[in-house]
């Protein structure tokens, strides 16, 4: 959950750099494809 928190917090980077917005579920996918080796 922490390594979640994380890749939400450079999610939301990229929001604020691209002005766009995600939902729960596409940082999900955008989770599980940016480290398939850290899924808990």
Known sequence: ???MNIII???N???QD???EYTS???YH???SISPSLRI
Do not use: A, G, P
């Open 1 to 3: 959950m922490i390594i």
């Open 9 to 11: 917090i450079i999610c």
């Open 13 to 15: 980077n990229l929001k």
């Open 18 to 20: 691209n002005h766009e």
């Open 25 to 27: 579920e596409s940082l």
């Open 30 to 32: 955008r989770y599980l």
